[in-house]
């Protein structure tokens, strides 16, 4: 199982950006999927999750900002996030939990991670 995200980069502050993913491989399943971000000189965090029925979680630093939404049909999750500001600066990272053909488990699966700058 393979995640790629994209649509990291430079915007201004109080700009836009959308990052997408989209998940490859052999599964029969994906569960919840989400974004992490890593600030510089700081720890992941979380900063939204959506489950596969479309029920969603906020880091309570990105709420009324961001929304994450789905494509099941296309195992694609998305982040529309708006009014950025320079402290959502990261490396941000998709994840999502999937479960491979002929196993009953899911496993957690990460993505490479795309660069956010949002300038002053």
């Known amino acids: 199982v393979q995640l790629q995200a994209s649509g990291g980069g430079l915007v201004q502050s109080g700009g836009s950006l959308r990052l997408s993913c989209a998940a490859s491989g052999s599964m029969s399943s994906i569960g919840s999927m989400g974004w992490y971000r890593r600030p510089p000189g700081k720890q992941r965090e979380l900063v939204a999750t959506?489950?596969?029925?479309?029920?969603?979680t906020y880091a309570d630093s990105v709420k009324g900002r961001f929304t994450i939404s789905r494509d099941n049909g296309k195992n694609m999750v998305y982040l529309q996030m708006n009014s950025l500001r320079p402290e959502d600066t990261a490396v941000y990272s998709c994840?999502?939990?999937?479960?491979?053909?002929?196993?009953?488990?899911?496993?957690?699966?990460w993505g490479q991670g795309t660069l956010v700058t949002v300038s002053s």
């Open positions: 994840n999502a939990d999937a479960k491979k053909y002929g196993s009953v488990w899911y496993n957690s699966y």
């Open positions: 959506i489950s596969s029925g479309g029920s969603t």
